[in-house]
């Protein structure tokens, strides 16, 4: 099959790479000249485990190129794939900006040739669909195409496995014929018998919506029991286990922390809020969801305030990691990105390690941190070591020597990475988070 993807940011670099690991001919195209430079040159713009060898091996096999020009593959394409950011709207309503959607659909219209499907890619609200191709046929009135919505659930950091190994595949569309060309470029995916939902769009540009607000919701839900464990001094660990063991309920999404953020869930549960009410309809539990996960990173704030003797003013504070989540290096609504400046308005001194993100953070963070090179930097004559995020190397440090570069023994650990009886042991001021035993 021949494939346009229009959009080189995350979702449209991963599926392009994919498609052509699948087999498929793809074409990236992005309006960024300097993108498509780096690309051509092998550099990619994003960190993704494995990313850059199914970049290069593909580019060199001829099956995946990248350039400006819309026209140079759109004529010959089976299907077009619109994977264009749909970032909040600047209006700060909450709403999906769908310019770059819109302004694609205009941008393609004119070089459609033959029959050709085009796939939106992007995280949309119900009905941007139908809004697409009326923009299409407007501005190419003999354009022969069908719409259809095939939303991405890749995690970050494992972008590359779950797009070839996905639990499942969800194709909206209104035609038999835009059916078997999806299912004619998943047809590899038929292999590991990856199950293949088919269904309306309307019903598919929601499905993401709801995916991932449920799984915000789960995060939410046992960040406030974990709150609750440490009220009544109970493990929010074993709990979670515990409750994961029920098939029904299911171990994944149950660890608690400092909050989820990321490039999706925030934006996500935002937009699904405003298309409910637009319609007149309600979804007060990823209402909820939303509100707790804010409060939940402000509570942070508050334990490590705590943790260090009830002020923060003049102490200095050793910070393990700010992305959002490991193996990425992405920062947005990273909760470093909250945290971080409450403690530094009341006069802490932050120093900071992330394996990653240290140059994104530079953008995100207000200046003065000192940026340093791993986590014994960071905690040298610190007064506590905060453990941000989960990365592999911070999950085996040598804790003896943390423990004497630190002023004082305070680790407080908000992916309760490591066990509180061994940290205690160790002689450790230790505070997970729903730790409460
Ligand atoms: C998410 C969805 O998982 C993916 O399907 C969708 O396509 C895009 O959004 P991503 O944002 O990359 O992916 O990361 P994910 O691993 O889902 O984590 C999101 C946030 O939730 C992170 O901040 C993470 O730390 C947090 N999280 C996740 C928890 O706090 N606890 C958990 O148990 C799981």
Redesign the pocket.
Known sequence: MNITMIGTGYVGLVTGTCFSEFGHHVTCVDKIPEKIEKLLQGEIPIYEPGLDVLVEKNVKEGRLNFTTDPSEAIPDSDAVFLAVGTPTSRRGDGYADLTYVFEAAREIAPYLKDYTVIVNKSTVPVGTARQVARIVKESNPDADFDMASNP??????AAINDFMRPDRVVIGVESQRAEEVLRDIYRPLYLIETPIVCTTIETAELTKYA??AF?AMK?SF?NEIANVCEAVGADVTALAKAIGMDGRIGP??????P???????PKDTLALLRIVQEYGENVRLVEAAVEVNAAQKARMVKKIREAIGGSETGKTIAFLGLT??PETDDMREAPSITIIPALMEKGARIKAHDPQGMEEAKRYLPDGIEYVKNAYEACKDADAAVLMTEWNQYRSLDLERIKRLLKQPVFIDLRNVYDPETMKRLGFRYTGVGRGV
């Open positions: 991405e659930f890749l995690r970050e950091g995916a991932n799984l995060i046992i994944k999404f149950l660890h608690p922390g909050g989820y953020g990321g490039s999706c869930f959002f989540k």
